[in-house]
C-alpha cells in the first residue's frame, strides 16, 4: 500500500527567504506526482505535475523535483511571499490505480512579512 | 483545464439526516472523483463515478451510507447518509479531463454534523 510523508507538518519562515518542502512515497512504481496548494477552508490549486519520467518541473518562483528510485519529491519555492501562506500537498498517482492520488498530510506554510 | 463547481459550500446537518452535494464541471469527463477530507487530515477517495455504471468505493467507504449518482458527463452527486458528527468533513471532488494527467478539484463542501 502506497503511503506518503510531507516533512515539515509546519514550517514558518520570513518573507524573501528560499524554502524547500519535501515529500516521500513508499511505493516508486508511481505514474505521476502531483503539488496542490490549499487555502483554509478551500479547494485544492493544482501546481505542478511531474510525470514519472521526468526529473523536475518549474512555474514561476516553483520549481518540483522528483527522485522516483529513492521515492521522493520536492517543493522549491523562490523567494517567498505571504501570499505563499497555505497548505501544500503531495500526491502520487500509483501505476496500477487508474487516476486515484494518495495524499501526503500535506506542510502548513505561513511567511510572515 | 476544468472549472468544478460544488453546491452547497457549505451546509450544518442535524444528525441522522441526509446532504446531497452537487458537483458540475465545464467539460465532459469520463471519471469523476470524491475524496473527503477531515478536520486537520489529509484527502482520502471516497469512490470513482463512471457515466453509466455503478460507482466504485474505496476501502471503507459502502454505497449505502456514500451513494452516488452519475446522469451524464458532466455532473455527480454525494449523499452523505445518515449522519453523524463523524461525518463532519470537507468533501470535495475532483476529475482529470481527457488529454491530461493532472487533476482538478472542486471548492469543497465543508459539511458540520451536530
Known amino acids: 500500500k502506497q503511503e506518503v510523508t510531507q516533512i515539515p507538518a509546519a514550517l514558518s519562515v520570513p518573507e524573501g527567504e528560499n524554502l524547500v518542502l519535501n515529500c516521500s512515497f513508499t511505493?516508486?512504481?508511481?505514474?505521476?506526482l502531483q503539488w496542490f496548494r490549499q487555502d483554509p477552508g478551500k479547494g485544492l490549486t493544482s501546481l505542478l505535475l511531474i510525470q514519472s519520467s521526468q526529473r523536475e518541473q518549474t512555474s514561476g518562483r516553483l520549481n518540483a523535483s522528483l527522485d522516483k528510485s529513492s521515492g521522493r519529491s520536492t517543493l522549491y519555492i523562490a523567494a517567498s511571499q505571504p501570499g505563499d501562506s497555505a497548505t501544500y500537498l503531495c500526491a502520487v498517482r500509483h501505476s496500477n490505480a487508474g487516476n486515484m492520488l494518495t495524499f501526503g498530510g500535506g506542510t502548513r506554510l505561513m511567511v510572515k512579512p | 483545464s476544468a472549472v468544478i463547481s460544488q453546491k452547497p459550500s457549505r451546509d450544518i446537518c442535524q444528525r441522522g439526516t441526509s446532504l446531497t452535494i452537487q458537483c458540475q464541471v465545464d467539460s465532459q469527463v469520463t471519471m469523476m472523483f470524491w475524496y473527503r477530507q477531515q478536520p486537520g487530515q489529509s484527502l482520502t477517495l471516497i469512490a470513482t463515478?463512471?457515466?453509466?455504471?455503478?460507482?466504485?468505493?474505496e476501502s471503507g467507504f459502502v454505497i449505502d451510507k456514500f451513494p452516488i449518482s452519475r446522469p451524464n458527463l458532466t455532473f455527480s452527486t454525494l449523499t452523505v447518509s445518515n449522519m453523524s458528527p463523524e461525518d463532519s468533513s470537507i468533501y470535495l471532488c475532483?476529475?482529470?479531463?481527457?488529454?491530461?494527467?493532472?487533476?482538478?478539484f472542486g471548492p469543497g463542501t465543508r459539511l458540520t454534523v451536530l
Open positions: 511505493d516508486s512504481a508511481i505514474y505521476n
Open positions: 463515478a463512471n457515466q453509466g455504471s455503478e460507482a466504485t468505493y
Open positions: 475532483s476529475v482529470s479531463p481527457g488529454g491530461t494527467d493532472t487533476q482538478y
